[in-house]
C-alpha cells in the first residue's frame, strides 16, 4: 500500500469511528485504540506534509490564536423561544397552534430534550465546513470556527450519500456531559485551576477561547436541533430534515419523538423531567415544534419567538440550606439590599452561598429569620432566591428580622418612602454610596476605565484621594503608584486608561454618572435625542424630554433634578474641564448594519419609506429596488407580493416591519458605542 493510500484509509477509518461514537453512539473501538489511528496519521502527515488535506481528522486543531472574535451576520436570525411554566401553557400553545392554523383535529408536533448549552450555527459550503459562530443576539453572533472545528463531534466534510447543499446551515446545541466534565475538573484542581461551576458555563467559556488548541482539549459534544438556510433541496417537515443530519454526519438527540396532538407534548414533558438526573448531560426542559414546514411558515414569528415552538420549563432545582446570617448591602443609589448568608450547598450545578432578599416587605412576607432552614432556588442564570421558610426546623429563640434603622456603613438615618419597597441610605457622601458611584461610573459598560474596580476605589475613597467621580481625573501617577500592591507599571497603566475615557460617547457618559431612573437603554435615547451634545441635554425642559417615545415622567424629573443639584453641576463642569469630548452620534462606519442592501416591499404603517430609507442610510446601509442575492434584509409591509417571494426562495432575512424598527433602534445605538 503506498504512503498516500494508508493516509487514506487511516483518515476513512478515523471519520467512519468518529460517526459511530457521536452520532450512532455505538462505539466499535476503545478510545485508546482511535487515538493509535490518529497518532499513526499524525506520524504519516509529518513525514508528507503534501498529502496534508483541511478536513483531515488532525487538522481539527490548526490556526494560531486570535486577537478577538470576528463577527457573523446570520443569513437568518437564530430565533428564541417562548416558555411555558406548566401543563396548561403546553395546553394553551397547543390551542393557540391550532386556532391559527384553523385545524381541529391533532397537530403533527416534534418534542425535543431542551439541552443547557450554547446555541451554534454551522455553515456548510458544498460539503465543507466554511464557518460556524454563537447565536450572539441572534442577528450577528462570534466567528468560532477555528474553536468548532476541534469538536470532533462535528464533521468537517459532510458524509455522503444525501444530496449536498451548495449552503447548509445547521443549528445545535454544544454541551459537556456530567461524567466528562466532572473529570475536566479534577483534572484542573489536580494541575491548580480553578474549576468550572456547572457543564454550560464550562462549554461555554471553552468556546470563548482565543486559542483554539484549549478548546481542543475541552470534552465538548453537539446535538443538532434545526436548520438556517439550504440551498438545492427543500423538506417537508422538521422531522424529515432532522432524519436527515445524521445521513450527513451530524449527531441528533435519540430522545427526540415525533407524535400527535397535547396529551403527547405533555406524556413527553413528564417523562423527561423524571428521567432528568439519569440523563448524561442537564436539560434545563423540553422543546416542542410544530412538525410540518408548511405549517410553522403559516404560523410564523412574533418578535423573536416563532408561534410554532415553545420551550416546556422543568421547575427549578430547590434544595434547603441554613440562613447563617443577614448582611445588609448599601448600593450607589443608598439602597439598603439584604442578603442572605447560607450553609453553601449546590444547586443546579453552583455552589451557593449567599441570596438577596430583596427588601424588607419580602422578609416580613417570608419571615425570614438568622437561623432559619430555607428552601432556595436558582432557576438557569437566575441569581438564587429564597422560596420559603421550613418553619417546622425553625430553632426555638429566633427573632423577627428587620432591616437596621441607621446605614450600617456610615451610621446615617435610613428612610424609606411611603409606597417605596427600598429603604435608603439618606447621606450622599456615605462612603459605600461614593464607591459604588464611583465603581459604577469606572465599569466596563459606562466609561471602562480597565483596573478602576473595586479593591481600587475602596482604598483610594479610603485615603481620600477620591470622594466623587470628578476626583478620578485630579489623580496623579505618585498617588496612585503609593497603594497597596500598585507598581509603577500599573499606575501608569491606570493613568493611562483615565486619560482614555475622557474620549467616550454621550449614551455611555449619561449612564455613568449613575442618574436614578437612567438606565443605559434610556442613556441611548437620549444621545440621540440630543445628537451628542451635553450642553444641550443640560439645557433641556422637561416638556422637551417627555416628547422623546420611550421617556417618561418619572425619568424626565430624575434628569431635571439631577442637573439642578448644584454640587452635580459642579461635578460636570469640573468633568468638563478635564477634557471630556462625545464621539459624534451617527458613525455609520462603525455600525453592525454598514453596507447592507435592504429591500422594501408593500406598504409600511408606522412610517414612511422616506423614513425608512433615511434610517437605513444613517447606519452606512442602503436602501434598493429590487430583490438579488446581494440583498440583506427584506422588510415586508402590508400587502408584499413577488419581492416578498423571491426574498423566501433566495433565503434572504425578511423582516416585519416591527422587527426593522427594533433593529434600527439596537443598531443605531451600537453603532454609536465602540
Ligand atoms: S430550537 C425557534 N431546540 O434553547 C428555534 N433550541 O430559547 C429555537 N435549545 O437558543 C431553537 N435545546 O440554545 C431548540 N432542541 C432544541 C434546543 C434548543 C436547547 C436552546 C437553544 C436556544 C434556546 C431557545
New binding site residues.
Given amino acids: 500500500m503506498s504512503v498516500a493510500e494508508e493516509i487514506s484509509r487511516l483518515r476513512k477509518a478515523l471519520i467512519e469511528h468518529n460517526l459511530r461514537y457521536y452520532v450512532e453512539d455505538d462505539p466499535i473501538i476503545s478510545d485508546g485504540e482511535y487515538d493509535r489511528l490518529l497518532r499513526n496519521l499524525e506520524k504519516l502527515e509529518k513525514q508528507h506534509p503534501e498529502l496534508i488535506t483541511p478536513d483531515s481528522p488532525t487538522q481539527r486543531v490548526g490556526a494560531p490564536p486570535l486577537k478577538t472574535f470576528g463577527t457573523i451576520t446570520h443569513r437568518q436570525p437564530?430565533?428564541?423561544?417562548a416558555n411555558a411554566m406548566n401543563e396548561e401553557e403546553v395546553y394553551a400553545f397547543d390551542t393557540a397552534v391550532k386556532k391559527s392554523l384553523d385545524i381541529e383535529t391533532d397537530i403533527d408536533y416534534v418534542a425535543?430534550?431542551?439541552?443547557d448549552?450554547?446555541?451554534v450555527e454551522l455553515v456548510y459550503e458544498n460539503g465543507n465546513f466554511a464557518y460556524g459562530s454563537t447565536?450572539g443576539d441572534g442577528i450577528t453572533g462570534e466567528d468560532i470556527t477555528q474553536n468548532l472545528r476541534t469538536i470532533r463531534a462535528i464533521p468537517l466534510k459532510l458524509r455522503d450519500g444525501l444530496t449536498i447543499p451548495g449552503i447548509l446551515e445547521v443549528?445545535g446545541?454544544v454541551f459537556m456531559n456530567k461524567a466528562d466534565f466532572e473529570k475536566m475538573n479534577a483534572r484542573r484542581l489536580k494541575s491548580g485551576e480553578a474549576p468550572f461551576a456547572n457543564p454550560r458555563n464550562a462549554s461555554a467559556g471553552s468556546l470563548r477561547q482565543l486559542d483554539a488548541r484549549i478548546t481542543a482539549t475541552r470534552p465538548l459534544r453537539i446535538y443538532c436541533?434545526?436548520k438556517g438556510h439550504i440551498t438545492d433541496m427543500t423538506f417537508a417537515s422538521h422531522y424529515e430534515f432532522l432524519s436527515a443530519l445524521p445521513r450527513w454526519g451530524f449527531p441528533v438527540?435519540p430522545l427526540i419523538e415525533r407524535g400527535r396532538g397535547a396529551k403527547f407534548m405533555v406524556e413527553f414533558f413528564r417523562r423527561m423531567e423524571a428521567r432528568r438526573d439519569e440523563l448524561p448531560y442537564d436539560i434545563d426542559g423540553v422543546?416542542f415544534?410544530v412538525n410540518s414546514f408548511a405549517q410553522q411558515a403559516q404560523l410564523g414569528v412574533r418578535s423573536r419567538n416563532?408561534r410554532w415552538?415553545i420551550?416546556g420549563k422543568f421547575k427549578a432545582q430547590q434544595v434547603s440550606t441554613i440562613v447563617n446570617d443577614i448582611e445588609v448591602q448599601v448600593g450607589r443609589t443608598g439602597a439598603l439590599t439584604p442578603v442572605a448568608k447560607l450553609e453553601p450547598v449546590t444547586v443546579g450545578g453552583v455552589v451557593v452561598s449567599n441570596a438577596t432578599l430583596h427588601n424588607q416587605d419580602e422578609i416580613r412576607r417570608k419571615d425570614i429569620r438568622i437561623g432559619d432552614t430555607v428552601l432556595i432556588q436558582r432557576a438557569g442564570d437566575v441569581i438564587p432566591e429564597v422560596v420559603k421558610v421550613i418553619t417546622a426546623k425553625r430553632p426555638p429563640g429566633t427573632a423577627v428580622y428587620f432591616l437596621p434603622d441607621d446605614c450600617p456603613v456610615c451610621g446615617h438615618r435610613v428612610s424609606r418612602p411611603d409606597g417605596e419597597a427600598v429603604a435608603r441610605c439618606q447621606n450622599m457622601a456615605c462612603p459605600a454610596q461614593v464607591k459604588g458611584r464611583i465603581e459604577h461610573f469606572a465599569a466596563k459598560n459606562c466609561l471602562n476605565i480597565e483596573g478602576f474596580g473595586a479593591k481600587l476605589v475602596d482604598q483610594l475613597v479610603e485615603k481620600e484621594l477620591l470622594s466623587d467621580v470628578a476626583d478620578i481625573y485630579d489623580l496623579t501617577r505618585n498617588q496612585l503608584a503609593g497603594l497597596e500592591r500598585m507598581g509603577e507599571k500599573s499606575a501608569a497603566n491606570i493613568m493611562a486608561e483615565i486619560e482614555k475615557s475622557k474620549h467616550t460617547t454621550l449614551a455611555r457618559f449619561i449612564f455613568a454618572l449613575g442618574i436614578r431612573n437612567v438606565g443605559e437603554h434610556a442613556a441611548k435615547l437620549l444621545e440621540q435625542a440630543f445628537a451628542g451634545k451635553l450642553e444641550r441635554l443640560r439645557k433641556t425642559s422637561f416638556d422637551e424630554l417627555i416628547a422623546i417615545p420611550e421617556i417618561g415622567d418619572i425619568m424626565a424629573q430624575s434628569l431635571l433634578d439631577f442637573f439642578a443639584d448644584p454640587s452635580n453641576a459642579g461635578i460636570l463642569d469640573r468633568l468638563l474641564a478635564a477634557g471630556f469630548t462625545f464621539q459624534t452620534v451617527i458613525k455609520p462606519k462603525d455600525s453592525a448594519l454598514a453596507g447592507k442592501i435592504f429591500v422594501f416591499t408593500g406598504s409600511l404603517e408606522k412610517i414612511s419609506r422616506t423614513e425608512a430609507k433615511t434610517m437605513v442610510e444613517k447606519q452606512g446601509a442602503r436602501a434598493s429596488a429590487s430583490v438579488s442575492s446581494k440583498t440583506n434584509y427584506v422588510v415586508a409591509g402590508q400587502g408584499a407580493g413577488s419581492k416578498l417571494t423571491k426574498a423566501q426562495t433566495l433565503g434572504i432575512r425578511i423582516l416585519s416591519e416591527e422587527e426593522f424598527l427594533q433593529l434600527m433602534s439596537n443598531k443605531s445605538s451600537d453603532g454609536t458605542t465602540p
Fill in positions: 437564530l430565533l428564541s423561544l425535543e430534550p431542551k439541552l448549552g450554547l446555541a447565536r443549528r446545541e436541533y434545526s438527540n422543546v415544534k416563532p415552538a420551550a
